[in-house]
């Protein structure tokens, strides 16, 4: 939808979260948060925020428990926390621009539970993702994902993703070089086409830094679910869909009575919101009408 101008306390932090009553879905396969993007060609060896920096639209936050997002990336991916003596390890890539080292896990983790505690942002911004503190939608503070809830295959490799259950959710109050105000942003993730729920909201992106609902407008992040009905614009079908959440809202087209065709039947999806500049008055639409341009173009 196209927001009009904005003032206030616009979005500048990083989240991902499983709200009250949302179940989520299974990532953090791969999620990466960049400024507008251009469309250029990847070649061998490149991860996707390579293929954002050569746009010079760089990351400004890639988060992903399952491989490196840059082609070039050796660090850690994410740290686990042990249940049975509070220890922490992190998790490595088996090698530059790899998969995690899953087996890392594996041996900290034996007969005991583990659970993610933080997930490193490999960009240079050091956007890292602690598990979320209270809110005004949820007054407890949130609690890491099973770390060994959802092991996968990616390229023959075993690694873990995050399983979110009702009450997971990370979060960054305090970050750097995310955008501010109505700068132009994009962000994607992906994400299980199979595990997700009608409930409000499993997102990734950038919102309020008080964590606060701060009114329309006041957030983007991208959205994957069923939900739909009053202000959740879900389409046709019985879901699910990937829809922009703006805050008091989730939007899957421009328009209140969206007609974007159910997703189903997949493994994984990919999922994007483009977030341009507001324009200073909100245009009147024609419904069924594709308009070039929107403020927010999920895809």
């Known amino acids: 939808p196209k927001r009009g101008s ?18 989520g879905s299974t990532g953090i396969v791969i999620y990466a948060l960049c400024l507008y993007v251009w469309e250029v060609v990847a070649v061998a060896g490149e991860g996707p925020c390579d293929i954002f920096a050569a746009g010079n639209t760089p990351c400004v936050a890639a988060h992903s428990t399952v491989r490196a997002l840059y082609g070039d990336y050796d660090g850690k991916l994410y740290e686990v926390l042990r249940d049975s003596d509070k220890g922490t390890k992190d998790i490595p890539t088996l090698e530059a621009g790899g998969f995690a080292n ?13 659970t993610i505690n933080r997930i490193y942002d490999q960009s240079p911004q050091g956007n890292h993702l602690d598990t979320a503190p209270a809110g005004g939608a949820y007054r407890v503070d949130d609690t890491g994902v099973d770390a060994n809830a959802e092991k996968i295959v990616v390229g023959g490799h075993e690694v873990y993703a995050a399983k979110f259950v009702p009450g997971n959710g990370y979060r960054n109050n305090n970050p750097t070089g995310t955008a501010v105000a109505d700068e132009a942003e994009t962000m994607y993730m992906v994400t299980s086409g199979k595990y997700y729920n009608d409930a409000c909201c499993f997102d990734y992106g950038n919102a309020e830094t008080d964590n606060l609902d701060d009114g329309a407008g006041t957030m983007e992040a991208v959205y994957f679910g069923s939900a739909k009905g009053g202000l959740n614009h879900g389409g046709d079908g019985p879901g699910p869909w990937i829809m922009a959440d703006m805050e008091d809202a989730l939007w899957g087209a421009d328009v209140v009575e969206s007609h974007e065709p159910t997703i189903g039947g997949l493994t994984f999806v990919t999922a994007m919101i483009k977030g341009d500049v507001s324009e200073p008055k909100a245009p009147q639409y024609t419904e069924g009408v594709d308009y070039g341009g929107n403020d927010i173009a999920p895809c």
């Not at 904005?6 to 179940?23: D, N, P």
């Not at 899953?102 to 583990?114: E, I, L, M, P």
């Open 102 to 114: 899953a087996a890392v896990q594996d041996d900290f983790c034996a007969k005991t539970s583990c």
């Open 6 to 23: 904005r003032s206030g306390s616009k979005r500048s932090g990083v989240r991902v979260e499983s709200m009250l009553g949302g179940m």
